[in-house]
C-alpha cells in the first residue's frame, strides 16, 4: 500500500517523515525521485520546476510512505494532507531564507486549501486523513498517521476553516 504525505511548505513533511522512518516504515522522499524529471531552476522563487506529469506517469509504486507537496498527484492507495494555521506557518518558514513573497504565497495556499483541493481532485475523500498539526508535536503526528495506515483511524477531511488568515488585501 502506497501512502502519500503531502502538505505546503512548513507544515511538516519533511519532519513527520523522518520520524515515521526511524520507526521503520518505508520512506521515499519527493526531492530524491524528481532531480530526473527538473525543467528549470527558478532562482527569484527558490523554486525547481519540475515535469510533473512525466514524473507520475514513470513514478514505480512501492509499499510504503512517499513524501512531498506533490505526493497527491501520484496513485496512492491513501493520502496524508498535512496543515498548518497560516499564521504559524508563517513562524515555521521564517528560518528559511525565503523572500516574503514566497512565504505570503505558502501562507495564502494554506489559507485556501490548495493543496488538499487537488488532492480531492485525485482521490476519492475515503482515501484521505487531513490532520491538523498546528498544536500537535511531530511525534503526535507521526503516532496518528500510523494508526490512519493501520486503519485504525478514519479517513477524515473539510472540517478546516482557515479563510480568516487570508492576507489578500491587508
Ligand atoms: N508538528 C510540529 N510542531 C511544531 N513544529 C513543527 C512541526 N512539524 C514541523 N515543525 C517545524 O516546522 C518547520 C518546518 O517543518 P518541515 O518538516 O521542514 O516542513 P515541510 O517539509 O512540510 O516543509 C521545521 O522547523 C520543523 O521543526
Known amino acids: 500500500m502506497m501512502t502519500g504525505i503531502t502538505g505546503t511548505p512548513g507544515t511538516g513533511k519533511t519532519s ?3 520520524e515515521l522512518e526511524q520507526r521503520g516504515n518505508r520512506v521515499v522522499r519527493l526531492a530524491d525521485t524528481v532531480r530526473p524529471y527538473i525543467i528549470e531552476e527558478d532562482c527569484s522563487r527558490q523554486t525547481l520546476v519540475v515535469d510533473v506529469d512525466r ?4 513514478f514505480e509504486p512501492l509499499n510504503g510512505i512517499v513524501e512531498g ?3 497527491h498527484l501520484l496513485p496512492c492507495d491513501r493520502v496524508v494532507v498535512l496543515r498548518c494555521r497560516p499564521d504559524v506557518l508563517r513562524e515555521r518558514l521564517a528560518p528559511r531564507d525565503y ?7 505558502n501562507a495564502e495556499a ?5 493543496i488538499l483541493i487537488e ?3 485525485e482521490h476519492p475523500d475515503e482515501h484521505v486523513f487531513e490532520l491538523d498539526t498546528t498544536d500537535l508535536s511531530v511525534d503526535e503526528c507521526a503516532d496518528r ?12 477531511c473539510g472540517s478546516i476553516d482557515w479563510t480568516d488568515y487570508l492576507e489578500v488585501g491587508r
Do not use: C, M
Not at 110 to 114: G, N, P, R, S
Not at 145 to 156: N, Q, V
Open 99 to 105: 523572500p516574503e513573497e514566497k512565504v505570503a504565497e
Open 69 to 71: 507537496h506533490l505526493a
Open 55 to 58: 514524473w507520475v506517469e514513470e
Open 145 to 156: 498517521i500510523e494508526r490512519f495506515i493501520r486503519g485504525e483511524l478514519p479517513p477524515s
Open 110 to 114: 494554506e489559507a485556501l486549501d490548495v
Open 119 to 121: 488532492t480531492l481532485e
Open 16 to 18: 513527520i517523515a523522518a
